[in-house]
């Protein structure tokens, strides 16, 4: 049997819940369907699938398996869509979702966009919780931290930094931070989506990684929250570069501890693995990247 097409209908299979649901939108018999899934195991020589009278459910092979089946098809989808890039036009309503303090960066792409391709919209919303781009509807979503729905396709915009900083007021009140161990004693404000939670990461002067547990009386999914609580001299915070350079050039924050970089993290562009990548997605994509690329200093002060 055709390797990629029992990639294809495996994939169903997992995405449908069931055979019989894949064989439908698959405009094929059952019996079809199921013997696409035999060759694959057959050939792999393990079990993909558990199989009841009700449901299927992925084995931990499976799951693997299915994680690499979906970024493969959705390679091949992408390489089909270029190959008639040059006949095709960005057209109809492009749905963005973005996190609120990357607003400014984003904002100069979509104007851009506008402006460039007089058969498109776009439906700009923002907002700090995750959404979930199938249901909602979404064609793609700005995140500074990768998603954990490994059935995402996720494309690397950029690298960025936080800055771990504070005002000068919490400074007067509560002295200068002059080591990494001594911010367990601060109050530490953070994101709820940092990566690594409670325990802020960093590399030193060598490149060595540097740890340190903090605990605060804030947590929030709102970066300019965060901000707004550090200009007020309310705590010590790990910020987006993006989000406090402008403060930090005017002095209202302060750096502290430059001998210590917080850890690299992506600014990613994530679509689903479903969605046809059409020409206006992989366009903006296309120019977000452009303008990644341009404002690099800007989202990484450290680079």
Same mark, same amino acid.
């Given at each position: ?27 094929? $018999? ?42 493969? @098809? ?82 690397? @915009? ?107 993290? $992506? ?37």
């Amino acid at each position: 049997m055709d390797r990629l097409t029992s990639l294809e209908v495996f994939s169903r299979v997992v995405e449908t819940g069931g055979f019989s649901a894949a064989a439908r939108k698959l405009n094929m $018999s059952t019996t079809m369907v199921s013997n696409h899934v035999q060759a694959l195991e057959d050939r792999l020589g393990v079990r993909l699938l558990n199989r009841t009278t009700r449901k299927v459910n992925l084995t931990e092979i499976g799951k693997a398996y299915y994680d690499r089946c979906i970024q493969i @098809l959705a390679d091949i989808e992408q390489a089909d869509d270029i190959a008639g890039a040059l006949q095709s036009t960005p057209r109809g309503t492009l749905r963005i979702h973005i996190a609120t303090h990357m607003v400014p960066f984003v904002a100069p792409v979509v104007a851009e966009f506008l402006s460039s391709y007089s058969q498109v919209k776009v439906d700009l919303q923002m907002g700090e919780a995750n959404v979930d781009l199938i249901e909602d509807g979404f064609d793609i979503a700005l995140r500074l931290t990768a998603p954990p729905d490994s059935s995402l396709i996720v494309r690397s @915009l950029a690298t960025w930094r936080h800055v771990l900083c504070c005002s000068h007021a919490y400074i007067e009140k509560h002295g200068r931070v002059q080591a990494l161990s001594e911010l367990a004693a601060h109050n530490c404000i953070r994101h709820v989506n940092y990566p690594f939670g409670e325990e802020w990461r960093f590399l030193d002067r060598k490149g060595a990684p540097a740890s340190v547990r903090i605990a605060g009386n804030l947590i929030t999914n709102s970066g300019e929250a965060l901000r707004t609580v550090a200009l007020q001299g309310a705590g010590i915070c790990l910020a987006a570069g993006f989000l406090v350079r402008d403060d930090l050039e005017a002095g209202h924050l302060v750096r502290l501890l430059p001998e210590y970089r917080p850890v690299e993290l $992506s600014m990613n562009a994530v679509y689903p693995h479903k969605h046809h990548l059409s020409a206006k997605v992989r366009t903006f994509i296309d120019m977000l990247v452009h303008h990644s690329a341009e404002h690099q200093k800007l989202i990484n002060p450290y680079s």
